[in-house]
Structures are given as C-alpha cells and as structure tokens.
C-alpha cells in the first residue's frame, strides 16, 4: 500500500527536479543565416558580375514588378509571350517569372522548374537562398503537392471502375440467384402437383 502511495509521489518531485534543473541553464540564440547586405553605393544583382550582360541585372524591382505583373495576367497571354523569348539569361530569367503564379500548368511550372536549376550557376550566390526560398522551394512543393493529386485521383478513378465491376457483378449474380429460386419454385410447384 505504501509503494502505491510512495510511487506517484516519487515521480512528481522527480518531474519538478527535472523542471528546476531545466530553469537554470540560459537559453542560447540560435545562428541565423545573414544574407548578403549590399553596401549603400553597391546594388544587389540577380546575377553574378560575369553574367551582368543584360540592362535589369540588378534592377530587382524591375523583377518583383514583372512577378506582381505575372499573377494579374491570365495564363493564355503568359504563355504567348513566353513562346516569343529566347534562352539568354534574360529571357529565361522572365520565363520562370511568368511560369510563377499558381494558374500556370503543371507542365509548364516543371519546366520553369528546369529553367531554375539552368540559372543555377549565373545567379548571384548572395541573392540565390532567397531565390529559393521564395521561388525554387514553394514551386518545388506545388508540384510535389499536384504529383500527389494526380496519383491520388488515378487511384480513386482505378477504385471507382473496380466498384463499377463489381455492382455490375453482383447485378448479374442477384440475376442468376433470381433465376435459380424461380426454377427451384416451379420444381416445387411440380413435385407438389405430382404428390398423391
């Protein structure tokens, strides 16, 4: 009776033990990861200095407003103009920009997708964890997520016509066992006009 009682006690002062020893240690600021500060005379480019051959290297508004520009225009007229540019660093600069917003086919954002990975080695390496925190990343995911769906949908598609089948198999089995008790009945019927 005494362990009973001795045991639950026990463990409450070992849990404030635990939590006093826990009180005592300081807490330790986690590292955060410091991105590229230019300095005030120096822009931040997109691209590194080698790459800097084209007019909005280091124009970043230029490109936040093309992006803003993007979600407004209904996919049609995105891909028409993505048709029109060419692979410089530029032009494939613009078309993963106009292959960001959510409307944009699976297909496409794959391969805009490419196009990034292409960009890899003219991006800025200061600016290049932004790019894909805000671009690579949650494009990554929307395809993973779509990739998904797909499956999932396909699954459910393959599931419903095995439903299908089988309502049509039972359909025909109810049929056939209708069938059956209607023969049995009318050989019943018969025996029993038969009997004396």
Not at 84 to 108: G, H, M, R
Not at 109 to 131: E, F, K, M, S, Y
Request: aromatic share 4%; proline share 6%.
């Amino acid at each position: 009776m005494r362990i009973k009682i001795l045991l639950p006690v026990v463990f409450v002062l070992g849990g404030c033990a635990a939590i006093d020893n826990k009180s005592d240690t300081s807490v330790q600021p986690v590292e955060t990861n410091v991105i590229y500060q230019p300095k005030d005379d120096e822009p931040l480019c997109l691209v590194n200095e080698a790459s800097q051959t084209f007019e909005r290297a280091c124009d970043l508004s230029y490109w936040i407003g093309m992006w803003v520009e993007a979600a407004h225009a209904p996919w049609p007229q995105r891909k028409e103009r993505i048709a029109a540019l060419s692979d410089s660093t530029e032009d494939t600069i613009t078309k993963v920009v106009l292959s960001l917003p959510v409307d944009t086919p699976y297909q496409s954002r794959l391969r805009a997708q490419h196009w990034l990975g292409t960009l890899t080695d003219v991006l800025n390496p200061d600016i290049a964890p932004v790019i894909n925190t805000l671009v690579k990343d949650p494009n990554g995911e929307m395809l993973e997520l779509e990739s998904a769906m797909v499956i999932l949908n396909r699954v459910n598609t393959d599931k419903q016509k095995q439903l299908e089948m089988l309502e049509q198999e039972l359909k025909l089995q109810t049929e056939k066992m209708e069938e059956l008790l209607k023969i049995e009945a009318t050989l019943m019927d018969k025996n029993r006009s038969n009997q004396p």
